[in-house]
């Protein structure tokens, strides 16, 4: 092998100087082990000239079989070496989503698969799951995204959300109408990445026509609008993945038993190349199996 090696050098070097430089031997010992490998084969595999030096038809024969032989083994050097390294995927959110609905669930997973280490990216912001942005991401739509495999984890249900206190300092709230009197929470930035339900659409969807009297509070990041309505600063949108639990706990409550239901839901997405790997397979069914029963 180690003649081999010093012969794929000088053959590709096409010099015993350079190839011994590389080897980090001497030009004398690069020279014997080539003049050894040819008589152990019976054949030249070098036409010595005095400033250079040629391949036989034997020599190129060789060379081409031993630079194939060694890519090979460098391929499967590799792959062993990255099966060996600890698997890594990064998953896409939203801050709202990953801060409420992934977080809390990460210890469980991790106590699941202790190999597999997890990078989220929280961002508001379109992720291509076609390009190296993210393995997987958490996605808002129909479930039709042309090259990914989607499953569904649950749907899009909006209600209003404030404080006991809140309530209780404001009795006047008993209808839908009545919000338009009332300090509104907004979330602004962001686009409709996860949809477009804001007041003016919940508002509409109750019937409810009018413009608010008071000026709202507007906010570009969700925890934040939340954080407020805990607060008792004023009256949010509550999405139930996030907040049903949060009326459970007492942290909100739910002033109208009215949500607006939309007809898309949120899906675990991942391309249909990542999907096949066994780290990405695991995450996607594992998040499918933690929000079973959500909707």
Not at 1 to 26: I, K, P, Y
Not at 120 to 146: E, H, R, S
Request: proline residues 4%.
């Amino acid at each position: 092998m180690s003649q081999l090696h010093s012969f794929e050098a000088v053959a590709r070097r096409m010099s015993f100087t350079a190839a011994a430089d590389e080897l980090c031997l001497t030009q004398s010992a690069v020279s014997r082990q080539i003049r050894a490998l040819e008589e152990d084969l019976g054949r030249a595999l070098f036409l010595r000239k005095h400033r250079a030096i040629e391949l036989t038809q034997e020599g190129r024969d060789l060379f081409e079989a031993v630079t194939r032989g060694l890519d090979e083994i460098a391929l499967a050097v590799n792959g062993l070496r990255r099966a060996s390294d600890t698997p890594q995927i990064t998953v896409a959110t939203s801050v709202a989503f990953s801060y409420y609905c992934l977080m809390p669930r990460l210890e469980r997973f991790a106590d699941r698969y202790p190999e597999i280490d997890l990078r989220i990216l929280a961002t508001d912001q379109l992720v291509d799951l076609g390009k190296d942005d993210a393995d997987v991401a958490v996605l808002f739509g129909d479930g039709n995204w042309p090259g990914v495999e989607a499953r569904r984890l649950f749907g899009e249900r909006v209600y209003p959300v404030c404080s006991a206190g809140y309530l209780q300092n404001h009795p006047e709230l008993r209808r839908p109408s009545d919000l338009l009197d009332q300090t509104l929470l907004h979330l602004d930035g962001g686009g409709t990445i996860w949809g477009a339900v804001d007041w003016h659409a919940w508002l509409v969807q109750q019937g409810v026509t009018g413009q608010p009297v008071r000026r709202g509070i507007r906010l570009n990041s969700y925890p934040m609008v939340l954080q407020g309505a805990e607060a008792g600063r004023g009256v949010a949108l509550g999405w139930s993945y996030i907040t049903d639990a949060m009326l459970a706990s007492g942290q909100l409550v739910c002033l109208f038993d009215t949500p607006l239901v939309t007809s898309c839901s949120y899906y675990i997405g991942a391309s249909s190349a990542r999907a096949a790997d066994p780290a990405v397979a695991a995450f996607l069914q594992w998040m499918v199996e933690e929000c079973d029963g959500m909707e």
